[in-house]
């Protein structure tokens, strides 16, 4: 068994990095890892133009070093009333790599997204004709579905549709986190794929209430019963080009997440790479963690591998209980736990 992993430097397909003081002290950890990252687009105001999204490509650029590498992919917040062209445009020039759908109020600051897909039917039909992919938060936000089934609820209702309506449009279903996710991912073509968080391949819904409630290990979509997570787990470390690393590491100031009523989400990118490589070695998987970690998310989105690699090693690291940055507190997610695997 292998205490050295070197593999291609890998890219992280799904990434919160906000935006002011929490923007500067959380990007550095997403560019430490990663060559690149997708950047989702839920701030306030959210990103639904290409002038707004180059302006927060140009702030999170200022908020890593002069010399770092590192490079943000930008995403487009689908609206009800998205302008076409701009979007269109953006892509044609660089500035989105894709479009992200949440449907209106079902996770942080998605209250301005899309209230029925049918509204965007214009829009996804430019987009894949164009092959702009499009970012699924997939659940649906009917209070009358239980929380734990909105999911799978999702995909009878709105994803198995929509993907009969645009055969062709690439589809990245994000943050899976069912076995119903697994399976549909699995059966569709080559157009749809998923990404994987650590989260959700370490934690069932039990850990929410372990002792009491457990704020920093609430997100949306919400963990599931074990079954789900090791079909997600086993998804991630199966060597299947569909599933790819996408942290979705939300940061939130400990105090919006320990209150009355706490902010979803998980703050994973300082250890990410270290608690992906954990998960691969339990399930002596090691072999498939360069694929996942490096290859099959720019395969699908038809961008280059990267060039240069990274070292894992074996050793002890521990998690710290509180990462405090500058005027607030940042609970990392496996916070006093240690794991097998540290970055070089």
């Avoid at 819904?205 to 290990?217: K, L, Q, T, W, Y």
Wanted: glycine share 6%; with cysteine; aromatic share 8%.
């Amino acid at each position: 068994m292998s205490d050295i992993l070197t593999i291609r430097r890998p890219d992280d397909w799904h990434v919160h990095l906000r935006d002011g003081p929490m923007l500067d002290a959380v990007a550095v950890y997403t560019a430490r890892q990663f060559a690149r990252a997708i950047i989702m687009p839920n701030l306030i105001p959210p990103v639904t133009t290409s002038a707004a999204a180059s302006a927060y490509r140009d702030r999170i650029m200022a908020a890593l070093p002069e010399d770092s590498d590192f490079t943000p992919l930008m995403t487009a917040y689908l609206t009800d009333t998205i302008d076409a062209d701009d979007l269109a445009s953006g892509h044609d020039e660089g500035i989105f790599t894709a479009a992200k759908l949440y449907p209106a109020g079902a996770t942080t600051n998605s209250d301005s997204g899309v209230t029925d897909v049918a509204n965007i039917h214009g829009v996804l039909a430019r987009m894949e004709a164009i092959g702009m992919p499009l970012l699924i938060h997939g659940e649906v936000t009917d209070n009358e579905v239980d929380i734990f089934d909105r999911e799978a609820v999702f995909i009878e209702q709105i994803l198995e549709p929509l993907t009969r309506d645009f055969p062709a449009l690439k589809i990245v279903f994000e943050h899976i986190t069912t076995a119903d996710a697994v399976e549909f991912v699995k059966a569709a073509g080559a157009n749809i794929a998923a990404t994987i968080t650590p989260h959700h391949c370490v934690i069932n819904r039990n850990a929410i209430f372990e002792g009491g409630v457990r704020p920093h290990a609430y997100c949306l979509p919400v963990a599931k019963r074990e079954q789900h997570r090791l079909a997600v787990r086993a998804a991630a470390v199966s060597g299947s080009p569909k599933f790819f690393l996408g942290t979705d590491t939300a940061p939130h100031a400990r105090g919006d997440k320990e209150s009355s009523c706490g902010c979803a989400g998980i703050f994973n990118a300082p250890y990410a790479l270290e608690s992906y490589a954990a998960i691969f070695d339990a399930e002596g998987a090691l072999d498939n963690f360069e694929g996942f970690a490096s290859e099959h998310g720019p395969r699908f989105y038809g961008l280059p591998l990267n060039e240069g690699s990274i070292t894992l090693r074996r050793a002890a690291l521990e998690i710290p209980d509180i990462m405090p940055i500058e005027g607030t507190e940042l609970v990392p997610f496996q916070a006093g736990e240690t794991l097998g695997w540290t970055l070089d």
